[in-house]
């Protein structure tokens, strides 16, 4: 027998997948934009110009197709220290975050 307040936990789980479906609205762009400075620039550096991991400059982004920018961040490198994001970022936060790589991260 589910009690009550379970079901609010599941409903409340649901919301951020269908808000998911449309790309990043301005303020999820921000919070994006905040992440991958952060989360990414610990490897990559803050300036994203490359530390441990490769620098994720636009010059060098926009030799890589988006899709392999994509798998790349959703699955990692094996065998290198490039983790995957797929528990943290939905594909659509994903390819918006690929997207502006190729043009120049924002800042
Ligand atoms: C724990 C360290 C670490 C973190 C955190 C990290 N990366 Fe990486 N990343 C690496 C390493 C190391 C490589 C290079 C792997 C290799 O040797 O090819 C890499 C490679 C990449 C590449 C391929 C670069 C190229 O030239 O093809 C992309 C794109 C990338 N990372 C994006 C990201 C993004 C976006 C994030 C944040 C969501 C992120 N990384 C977070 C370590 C990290």
Known sequence: M???????VCLLGALPVLAAEA???APERQSLTRFVRQEC?????????GGLG???TVDRMRERPLDYLQ????HGIPGTAMPGWS?????????????????????
């Open 2 to 8: 589910m009690h009550r307040w379970a079901w609010a």
């Open 23 to 25: 790309p990043p609205g």
């Open 41 to 49: 620039g610990f490897c990559h550096g803050l300036r994203l110009t």
């Open 54 to 56: 490769a620098p994720l």
């Open 71 to 74: 798998s790349v961040i959703l």
């Open 87 to 107: 528990a943290f970022l939905t594909p659509q936060q994903v390819q918006w975050i690929a997207e502006r790589l190729r043009e120049g991260f924002p800042e």
